[in-house]
């Protein structure tokens, strides 16, 4: 161990100048890759405006990335930016965020409750507030604008060792995703999602969410979803059927618009029953 911080040390004070060496190593020995101004300032032992001006020109230098004023994310040092760990980008984004309430969403929540087997390169995360997406660290960071009444059904969840971040729960994440299915790689994705946690699904939970979102599409299609794979209770069915509306929906709105009515659903099945039976069982 000894000799491994000798020689990142040694990387570090060739391009670094010591105070900023000193800054990255102690920050990283209490592992802390997003931090504030007064956390580095406890590092230096300087004043607050001295330890600002430091931060910024390292952030200049690139061994830094600004998140939001006086918070910085610290570049990994042996491979660059494209090393940051997938968790981290998480946390990165709760930091980000704060103070306005988040939750991290679709794809990405997809990802963290192990219902896809793709890597996920951009992070979703539904906020309360119209905001911006933007690139950190190389990543494209979505943020999914939702109004008070689709804003709810969250859990923590240790995205790191240390770290904890808000993430759309099993059902919640169904119903996010079968309402907007572009913001989880299409329909088949979500598919391969329920499939995978089959297990765990809480239909009550899912029936109570369902009715409490009233978005009449997600229902409709995790209806249909179910009564493909053969899965849900018969009240669980007849409860999102009661959803059900008289106008069609595609099934999955990021294909075409063609393909058969399904009139016990009222979509349109623009992808192939057979075919989303072969996505989870071959």
């Given at each position: 161990m000894g000799d491994t911080q000798g020689n990142y040390s040694g990387k570090m004070n060739k391009t670094l100048g010591p105070a900023s060496a000193e800054v990255l190593l102690r920050l990283s020995a209490?592992?802390?890759k997003v931090f504030s101004i007064a956390d580095a300032q406890a590092v230096t032992e300087t004043s607050y405006r001295a330890t600002a001006i430091l931060l910024s020109q390292m952030a200049r230098k690139g061994w830094l990335v600004r998140l939001a004023p006086g918070k910085y994310l610290v570049v990994p040092l042996e491979a660059g930016l494209e090393s940051?760990?997938?968790a981290d980008r998480y946390v990165i984004a709760r930091e980000v965020l704060?103070?306005?309430p988040y939750y991290v969403s679709h794809y990405s929540a997809m990802e963290l409750h192990q219902m896809t087997?793709?890597?996920v390169n951009t992070v979703y995360v539904t906020v309360p507030r119209q905001r911006a997406s933007r690139t950190i660290a190389g990543v494209e960071y979505?943020?999914?604008?939702?109004?008070?009444r689709a804003f709810w059904g969250w859990e923590p969840i240790w995205a790191t060792d240390q770290e904890q971040v808000q993430v759309s729960d099993l059902e919640k994440t169904l119903l996010d995703c079968a309402a907007r299915p572009h913001l989880c790689g299409g329909l088949g994705e979500l598919a391969k999602g329920l499939w995978l946690r089959k297990g765990d699904l809480d239909e009550s939970r899912l029936v109570a969410y369902a009715q409490r979102l009233d978005h009449k599409a997600a229902s409709k299609r995790i209806g249909f979803l179910l009564e493909t794979y053969a899965?849900?209770?018969p009240a669980?069915?007849?409860a999102l059927q009661a959803l059900v509306n008289s106008r069609y929906a595609l099934l999955d709105p990021t294909l075409p618009d063609e393909g058969p009515y399904r009139a016990r659903w009222r979509l349109r099945v623009n992808l192939d029953p057979e075919e989303l039976k072969a996505i989870v069982w071959t």
């Open positions: 209490k592992g802390k940051l760990p997938l704060d103070p306005l087997t793709q890597p979505r943020f999914v604008y939702a109004n008070p899965l849900g209770r669980t069915i007849a």
